[in-house]
């Protein structure tokens, strides 16, 4: 079964850290660009960071995260990090992530992806 499966959520208080993981099944990851996307609370998901294939040497993050996320990827495990530091209670929300080919590592985090998604992990930043 082909699937992307997103762990490493929870509950933190604002300033803390979390590192999220989206793991491969079915499927080499190595080849694809790997986007994380927020889904916050009455909101529609919009993309965090992105990250090319292979090396993973070129990443985007938007202005909201820049400086406080690192998206890394590990091709041996076939896994793709959010290490998510300095945490605010605006970045509460459900995070997915999603492949994608064919584009630049800018446009996969500018334009949200269609198709199906992961069950994602939920994020909650709160005192």
């Known amino acids: 079964q082909v699937q992307l499966v997103e762990s490493g959520g929870g509950l933190v208080q604002p300033g803390g850290s979390l590192r999220l993981s989206c793991a491969a099944s079915g499927f080499t990851l190595d080849r694809f660009i790997i986007g994380w996307y927020l889904q916050a609370p009455g909101k529609g998901r919009e993309g965090v960071a992105c990250i090319s294939s292979s090396t993973g040497d070129i990443t985007y993050y938007s202005d909201s995260v820049k400086g406080r996320f690192t998206i890394s990827r590990d091709n041996a495990k076939n896994t793709v990090y959010l290490q998510m530091n300095s945490l605010k209670p605006e970045d509460t929300g459900t995070y997915y992530c999603?492949?994608?080919?064919?584009?630049?590592?800018?446009?996969?985090?500018?334009?949200?992806?269609?198709?199906?998604w992961g069950q994602g992990t939920q994020v909650t930043v709160s005192s």
């Open positions: 999603a492949p994608g080919a064919g584009t630049s590592v800018e446009n996969m985090c500018i334009y949200t992806p269609s198709g199906s």
